[in-house]
């Protein structure tokens, strides 16, 4: 894969491994294993295995390793593992690289099951974590230390869209030696360019929008080699949190319609929220795209787009946000986003349920807080079904 690439260019042949057959589709190798011509050979390739030589599914695979280099060249990444879902991939950027004893700081604003990581999982294996206002640098200054070895954040949070320095929180770790590891889920494959702008680790899940049609799970993470094929590869394929070779493929299929599906999705919750703004039934509306966005400036200057996905708050709290949530046609009720179809989420009820509700107030996750993922419907009848379901709704309340 050429560097000089275009974007759309290494998503249609980036990591191409063709069989003897010189298929046109990327080959879907089902196997769990693999055969070794002598005794000697499989000898040699379990004490090292070269980049086109295979030894068991949970180590690796021609499949999966097509999709790691697809998304490693997108990326700008030396290289990619690739996981079973996104908390596969965050639990295991996460739990490789820190021991006992270390020190972790996380912005406060994250997707209930990371926050359930940090404040569960890594304290029960003798790592601390701070939690701090990721919108703010001094409060990241103030929380590292010399013994702080990771900092964590989503570049964009979920569900109410904050929107992290990435190059500042960098500057701030990279100075007492921590590594920075972004989860860059709402902020695409297509807009992200965390490496360049200081990230060490970069994850995904998959499932969003590379998958983008709601057919399997899938994660990634990406970075130097030196930490891919060292203790995140030893972390994952010991525990087995490798992504399946079906599931790759798929995956694959997925980056080739990317970045028409992201653009396209992008104008569509640009367009929305513009619309909405304003809406007597909404007390806000938020969108990184929107210059009402207190990190609106960071967010064009650090991705250039708004990404697609946009959250408003409908006033009347829960019953009138159950009320509008029921009286959609188009939108449907889930949980997951960066689909092709418009996806609606209420997170104080669903993603973020189990969180408290002083920590709900504090990032902002109010009852009738509801999370917008735009999908491919066309963008007339998508706002035409939610200002229906608004007045609606606004209109039984009274």
């Not at 690739?82 to 965050?90: D, E, F, Q, R, Y």
């Not at 891919?228 to 994952?236: K, L, Q, T």
């Not at 917008?372 to 009848?381: A, H, K, W, Y």
């Amino acid at each position: 894969m050429s560097n000089d690439w275009k974007s759309r260019t290494k998503l249609v042949h980036g990591g191409i491994r063709r069989s003897q057959y010189n298929e046109v589709s990327e080959a879907l190798f089902l196997t769990q294993g693999f055969v070794y011509d002598t005794a000697e050979q499989a000898e040699a390739r379990f004490l090292e295995a070269g980049p086109d030589e295979f030894i068991y599914a949970r180590y690796g695979n021609p499949t999966v390793a097509m999709f790691e280099d697809r998304i490693a060249g997108l990326e700008g990444a030396e290289d990619a593992f690739a996981c079973a879902s996104g908390m596969a991939a965050v639990q295991g950027a996460l739990m490789a690289l820190v021991k006992a004893g270390d020190h972790v700081v996380a912005a406060r604003a994250l997707f209930g099951s990371c926050l359930f990581i940090l404040e569960n999982i890594l304290p029960k294996f003798g790592v601390e974590v701070t939690l701090v206002d990721g919108t703010d640098l001094d409060a990241w200054r103030a929380a590292v230390r010399p013994d702080t070895k990771l900092c964590f954040f989503e570049s964009m949070s979920n569900p109410t869209l904050e929107i992290v320095d990435i190059k500042g929180v960098a500057e701030i770790a990279h100075a007492v030696g921590a590594l920075v590891v972004s989860d860059n889920v709402f902020s695409t494959p297509i807009y992200s360019d965390a490496i360049a702008q200081g990230a060490d680790i970069v994850t995904y899940s998959a499932t969003k929008h590379i998958d983008g049609q709601g057919r399997v799970l899938g994660g990634v993470i990406l970075g130097p080699k030196d930490l891919i094929r060292g203790p995140i590869e030893a972390f994952m394929k010991h525990t087995g949190g490798a992504l399946s070779p079906f599931n790759a493929w798929v995956l694959l299929k997925g980056l080739e319609t990317m970045d028409l599906r992201v653009r396209a999705q992008t104008a569509t919750a640009q367009y929305l929220a513009e619309k909405l703004e304003g809406n007597p039934a909404l007390s806000r509306v938020i969108y990184p795209g929107l210059a009402s966005h207190p990190q609106h400036e960071l967010a064009m200057r650090q991705l250039g787009a708004g990404g697609t996905v946009l959250s408003f708050d409908i006033k009347g709290g829960r019953s009138v946000s159950f009320d509008f949530l029921n009286r959609l046609e188009i939108a449907v009720i889930s949980n997951n986003l960066g689909d092709a179809k418009t996806i609606a989420t209420p997170p104080a009820f669903t993603t973020h349920q189990r969180l408290p509700d002083d920590q709900k107030e504090t990032l902002g996750i109010t009852p009738g807080l509801i999370r917008l993922s735009c999908g491919l419907e066309d963008r007339d009848d998508l706002l035409k079904d939610l200002e229906t379901a608004l007045a609606a709704a606004l209109e039984a309340a009274e």
